[in-house]
């Protein structure tokens, strides 16, 4: 089963430019090179980042080592490249001194790479992102996309998005799947690229976070269960974001006394993910999380949306002391969009303190499944 991404490598790439594509381990970035290099009529050397040979070839910045390294080809592409010492500076010199060169590179790891990068190639770089297979992407050639979502509705919830997870013949390949990643791949970058001592406490963090989907999260309390203060809990997060693990979501205010702001929520990339990390794979049926369930796939699956379509806006939730909430805003265009996602439809109004607030620039819907695949065309 080929599942075609959003992202097309050949129309995004360009002569004495970078083009660096971000996103978590094992969601196809790889997959998406080996078949631009197969179809492209471009001359293409590609390496792989994790290969010593390849860290000497581009680790030191020098421009005649890196003219051998490239040869004759029209384009080159690194793998892998947060493995790489120096690749910033390398890639700069390369895109400076041979012009005609288009460059492509992946990074599993987001904190590595994008540190290096992102001052020596001002100006010279492209960056996309790939994450999960979205909603999009799967269904757009389907003929009766309402009638697969309403029979895989279910597993997607359970087993996620990962391209492995979607091509899967059963549920048991989707859990080892789903395990070797958490046991294997999940913390890898952050323990290989940052001062953490060991694992353990991270998935701590992650179970935490698991069970608080849609809760604002107390970075005091998180420390306190964990045993360690709330600023290395701060720092924690803020990794397990980078790895493209969970992804922050705000609170939205325009300075209302009533509302709230200083908390956050914390949401799954793949909800697949954040199953096996509390080891859970029973059919929703059994289930006592659909709803927390539910509102991280819709919020992951519209973040996926704007990102790879180019709506651009900020997202956040809102909520007052008064516990009047709206799941996701998202603010763009000079206007306000609130989104409310229930698994099961109710009869549910606006908040009367938003309507009053924001009424003339702000609008108010609520997300089912009955509706999502609006939400996200």
Do not use: C
């Given at each position: 089963m080929r599942i075609a991404r959003?992202?097309?490598i050949s129309?995004?790439?360009?002569?004495?430019?970078?083009?660096?594509?971000?996103?978590?381990?094992?969601?196809g970035k790889t997959t998406?090179?080996?078949?631009?290099?197969?179809?492209?009529?471009?001359?293409?050397?590609?390496?792989?980042?994790?290969?010593?040979?390849?860290?000497?070839?581009?680790?030191?910045?020098?421009?005649?080592?890196?003219?051998?390294?490239?040869?004759?080809?029209?384009?080159?592409?690194?793998?892998?490249?947060?493995?790489?010492?120096?690749?910033?500076?390398?890639?700069?010199?390369?895109?400076?001194?041979?012009?005609?060169?288009?460059?492509?590179?992946?990074?599993?790891?987001?904190?590595?790479?994008?540190?290096?990068?992102?001052?020596?190639?001002?100006?010279?770089?492209?960056t996309k992102y790939l994450l999960p297979i979205s909603l999009r992407e799967l269904?757009?050639?389907?003929?009766?996309?309402?009638?697969?979502?309403?029979?895989?509705?279910?597993?997607?919830?359970?087993?996620?998005?990962?391209?492995?997870?979607?091509?899967?013949?059963?549920?048991?390949?989707?859990?080892?799947?789903?395990?070797?990643?958490?046991?294997?791949?999940?913390?890898?970058?952050?323990?290989?690229?940052?001062?953490?001592?060991?694992s353990r406490v991270l998935l701590q963090l992650l179970i935490l976070l698991s069970h608080q989907i849609g809760s604002e999260v107390s970075l005091t309390e998180l420390g306190s269960s964990l045993g360690i203060d709330k600023n290395t809990v701060a720092r924690y997060l803020d990794l397990l974001e980078k790895a493209y693990i969970i992804f922050r979501l705000g609170g939205f205010s325009r300075n209302l006394r009533s509302e709230v702001t200083k908390t956050a929520k914390y949401y799954f990339y793949d909800v697949g993910i954040r199953n096996a990390v509390i080891n859970n794979f029973n059919e929703l049926s059994l289930r006592d999380d659909i709803g927390k369930l539910w509102e991280n796939f819709v919020i992951v699956e519209r973040l996926k949306t704007r990102l790879y379509t180019n709506l651009y806006a900020n997202q956040y939730f809102w909520r007052t002391w008064q516990q009047n909430e709206i799941d996701l805003v998202e603010e763009r265009e000079g206007k306000l969009f609130g989104f409310e996602i229930k698994w099961k439809t109710k009869l549910t109004v606006m908040p009367r303190e938003w309507q009053e607030a924001y009424g003339k620039e702000a609008t108010w819907k609520m997300i089912t499944p009955d509706n999502i695949l609006a939400f996200i065309k």
């Open positions: 959003y992202l097309d129309q995004e790439i360009r002569p004495g430019k970078t083009l660096i594509l971000f996103g978590p381990r094992r969601v998406l090179l080996m078949d631009f290099i197969k179809e492209t009529t471009k001359k293409i050397i590609d390496y792989r980042g994790d290969e010593i040979s390849t860290q000497h070839a581009f680790d030191t910045p020098d421009s005649a080592l890196l003219r051998d390294a490239v040869g004759t080809a029209d384009v080159l592409v690194i793998d892998e490249a947060q493995a790489i010492k120096n690749i910033g500076q390398s890639l700069k010199i390369i895109n400076d001194t041979l012009p005609h060169v288009a460059v492509v590179v992946t990074g599993s790891s987001s904190f590595e790479l994008a540190g290096q990068v992102g001052e020596p190639l001002t100006g010279r770089k492209m269904l757009t050639e389907d003929i009766a996309p309402a009638r697969t979502l309403q029979q895989k509705l279910q597993s997607w919830l359970v087993y996620g998005m990962y391209p492995d997870v979607i091509t899967a013949k059963t549920n048991e390949e989707r859990r080892d799947f789903l395990r070797e990643i958490v046991d294997s791949y999940l913390l890898k970058d952050i323990l290989i690229y940052q001062d953490v001592k060991g």
